[in-house]
């Protein structure tokens, strides 16, 4: 199985990276007592897939609130995603907020800065 | 490392790397790219700084609007039931204290029933929020206002003696009575049934809330518009 499954919790995203379809999904408030590990499990899952797929990869983030330890960990996955879309591997990233909640788009452009690979920061309904 | 010396390291690593005497030294590139780290790495902390500072700053502002939410009727935008209750606690306690008693005021909007069942109830809301303004408006500037229920609203006045209220219950009952809601074709005009009554030392605010509400109800049977005062 090359799937990667992190139920989510009050305090942590769920996770699931769906390795057929070359995405992956992270949803909810990410505030872990160890963002190390949870950050390490998901990096090691794209660094896996980037190196083994040669497929796209798309990451779907609904993601609200993020410690800072959160926000180093998604940080290293944007470096992941940069240094794949330089070597010409298709990867795409987009994070969607709900639309009556617009800090949120504002501090998903502070991530999108030196990114060059497709970043959207989407409104949504839901 | 404090900025000054961090500041003279970063000069003196400068220094030796444009150093014609170190061109070539296996060292040199080393040296390069740890100076070339630990500016990648500073622009990165900086950066995960503000983000954070961004993210706490937004849970601090859904606090506020959690905080008004618990504390504030989201009609009238003045305090809740929740919160004159927790100020009646603390207002009693600081009475105990100090010795001073507060005074409190029970509002009822008379034939409110009537207003709604005629004109509808965006009419009917639109003069309970026209009677919170004008009490907003009407007390003075450490005095307490909110809605207590329905058509009532509570009016604590800190520090306040029986006499010493009653000019401030007539400002209110006489901005409340020229309130004009306009309707499609007529206007709206209300009147206000108001019981005041002043807090006895020792006694939680219930009792004191009871004497208002005898005092309303006295106000109410003797024909409402009018303002009735409790001696304690």
């Known amino acids: 199985m090359n799937n990667l499954a992190v139920p989510g919790s009050l305090s942590t995203p769920s996770v699931a990276g769906d390795w057929q379809a070359g995405v992956l999904a992270m949803q909810g408030d990410s505030y872990p007592e160890n963002a190390y590990e949870l950050y390490n499990q998901i990096i090691d899952w794209i660094r896996r897939y980037l190196a083994q797929a040669q497929r796209p990869l798309a990451l779907d983030l609904h993601l609200l609130y993020l410690n800072t330890s959160s926000i180093k960990g998604m940080l290293d996955i944007c470096d992941l995603l940069e240094a794949a879309h330089r070597k010409g591997q298709p990867v795409k990233l987009t994070w969607y907020y709900h639309r009556d909640n617009d800090r949120i788009a504002e501090l998903a452009e502070e991530f999108k800065e030196d990114c060059t690979f497709p970043f959207m920061i989407q409104a949504s309904e839901e | 490392m404090s900025t000054e010396e961090s500041d003279a390291l970063k000069q003196l690593i400068d220094k030796l790397l444009t150093d014609p005497q170190y061109a070539g030294h296996p060292l040199r590139d080393a040296l390069a790219n740890v100076l070339e780290q630990e500016r990648k790495q500073r622009a990165r902390m900086d950066r995960i700084t503000r983000i954070s500072d961004g993210f706490q700053a937004m849970l601090r502002d859904q606090k506020e609007t959690l905080k008004a939410a618990a504390t504030h009727d989201p009609l009238t935008g003045i305090g809740n039931r929740a919160l004159l209750s927790r ?31 005629t004109w509808g109830h965006g009419a009917g809301d639109r003069v309970l929020v026209g009677i919170a303004q004008e009490l907003t408006k009407a007390i003075r500037e450490y005095d307490i206002c909110g809605r207590w229920g329905g058509e009532e609203f509570l009016v604590i006045m800190p520090e306040t003696g029986l006499d010493e209220s009653k000019v401030i219950v007539s400002r209110i009952y006489q901005a409340i009575a020229s309130l004009a809601i306009a309707v499609d074709t007529a206007t709206i005009r209300i009147t206000t049934s108001i019981g005041i009554t002043e807090h006895k030392l020792g006694e939680n605010y219930e009792s004191t809330l009871q004497r208002a509400d005898s005092a309303l109800m006295q106000a109410k049977r003797t024909g409402r518009s009018r303002c009735v005062y409790h001696q304690a």
């Open chain 2, 87 to 117: 100020r009646l606690t603390e207002e009693s306690k600081r009475a105990q204290r100090t010795g001073t008693p507060y005074c409190l005021a029970i509002l009822d909007t008379d034939n409110f029933k009537l207003v709604n069942d």
